[in-house]
């Protein structure tokens, strides 16, 4: 807890005890118990609230006038754009109320999509380009660039670089602000990493049939379990497992194939793996480019009796990438051969029967036209990811935002109608390709090719 000078003076009793009176650096603030105790039983204004007597504070009042009024109202007022964030930061820090602080400036709910804007640059040290990023809901986040990993707090501060194990790392997720699981397609086992003590917790491995390493394939999560998907390193066999998130314990295995012959679809390790809260399953997805081209699969798991629910087979126009929105129902996919966007209502997906000989498609290109496919890749590389209501997807340097336009319920699950719309400034869009895509907070954060830097986005936070 952090010390403080409260000066106990010899006066009136306040006509209204509801009433309390602060000075704080020579500055008399008055406001209400209840007020002061918003800011949670541990923190320094609580203690003032139950104070007896006036309270002296030898601190900034023109700080503190600030985070009276975040407490009075749960935002800040205008006059904060006058005033340095990192200063602010350590004031909220030293009364303990930066929690709510972070919720202000920082709140998942007041992200915009339709207002992102290219808002800063945050270079990396050394010569590696970002290979994945993963943040957390309240916008603090960690970049993996070559075996580095950097985390950033919520206000963009640089808090830690660590190196890894890792020659280069190819999954990355944030289990929290400062721990952090990472794998690597060309290394075995997944790491469960200290990011502020910079010391490897806890590694966890898959044991198949042949004990032989297994490599990081996909990570995913739930706010229960912790999903990794293994390949083993011959390459002969994968799986899927979940462990508990507390205890890192393993719970199931779901989706083990042991590979014989040119059995191709066992051969097709989930390289993406997403928690569809709305159904309680598990998305895992996973593509091959052989001879005949390029095919896949689309697999929703029930994990408790790590059964299939549903399951799309792609070998038309498969996906270069797919994303699943909760909030629309909506799985998206890009074509890799197209490159144009696709949605599959998921409400419809269990009465599709989609094999080969089957007619029946779940996908509807959400582009007015469909494409003539060339023969080429139009789509190798795209990145497609969903965040709320809308779906964002990369093109090269380009960042397309679509989102659904309501057109009433009848037909509503036929055919769901979305439209792309503009984002950013011109200026700050095309470049250099789109590597990833992530979301945290109120931002969007965009990492490309050979760049050795993190696009931060996001709408106007209102003062900074």
């Not at 299939?308 to 909760?326: H, N």
């Not at 340097?397 to 011109?426: A, H, P, Q, T």
């Amino acid at each position: 807890m952090p010390s403080f000078d409260i000066c106990c003076l010899e006066t009136e009793p306040e006509l209204n005890s509801n009433v309390v009176s602060i000075n704080v650096g020579g500055r008399i603030f008055q406001t209400t118990k209840q007020t002061l105790t918003q800011a949670g039983p541990k923190s320094l204004l609580y203690r003032l609230a139950e104070t007896g007597s006036d309270r002296f504070v030898d601190r900034d009042p023109d700080q503190f006038s600030l985070l009276l009024s975040l407490l009075r109202s749960g935002t800040l007022p205008s006059k904060v754009k006058d005033f340095d964030l990192r200063d602010l930061i350590e004031e909220s820090r030293f009364y303990g109320v930066e929690s709510l602080l972070t919720s202000s400036l920082s709140d998942p709910s007041h992200f915009d999509a339709f207002a992102l804007r290219k808002s800063s640059e945050l270079p990396l040290n050394g010569r590696d380009t970002p290979s994945a990023i993963a943040s957390t809901p309240f916008g603090s986040w960690h970049v993996s660039h070559g075996s580095k990993i950097t985390s950033f707090d919520w206000s963009l501060t640089r808090k830690s670089t660590i190196l890894t194990q890792f020659t280069a790392i190819d999954s990355l997720l944030a289990i929290s602000p400062d721990i952090a699981a990472a794998g690597a397609t060309d290394f075995s086992g997944l790491q469960i990493l200290d990011l502020q003590k910079g010391r490897v917790k806890q590694v966890l491995n898959w044991e198949n049939a042949t004990r032989s390493g297994s490599t990081v394939q996909a990570i995913g999560s739930s706010g229960e379990f912790l999903f990794t998907s293994f390949e083993s390193s011959r390459r002969n066999s994968n799986s899927i497992l979940v462990y508990d998130m507390n205890t890192l314990n393993p719970v199931i295995e779901i989706a083990r194939n042991e590979i014989f012959g040119a059995d191709l679809d066992s051969a097709i390790p989930a390289t993406k793996l997403r928690w569809v809260s709305g159904y309680g399953l598990l998305m895992a997805s996973g593509s091959h480019s052989g001879l005949s081209g390029v095919s896949g699969n689309i697999k929703f798991w029930d994990i408790r009796s790590g059964n299939v629910i549903f399951e799309l087979k792609e070998k038309v126009d498969c996906f270069a990438d797919v994303c699943v929105s909760d909030n629309m129902n909506v799985l998206f996919k890009v074509g890799v051969s197209s490159g144009e966007v696709f949605n599959a209502d998921l409400r419809c997906l269990g009465t599709v029967n989609n094999d080969a000989n089957d007619n029946s498609n779940p996908w509807m290109c959400v582009e007015n036209r469909r494409k003539v496919v060339n023969g080429k890749k139009e789509g190798l590389g795209c990145k497609i990811e969903s965040h709320g209501n809308q779906v964002f997807c990369s093109k090269g340097g380009d960042i397309e935002l679509w989102s659904e336009v309501v057109v009433g319920s009848e037909g509503r699950l036929k055919g769901r109608v979305f439209r792309k719309n503009v984002m950013g400034r011109v200026k700050a869009m095309g470049g250099l390709k789109v590597t990833n895509l992530a979301f945290g907070g109120n931002k969007m954060f965009v990492t490309r090719k050979d760049q050795q830097a993190v696009e931060v986005w996001q709408g106007s936070t209102r003062g900074f």
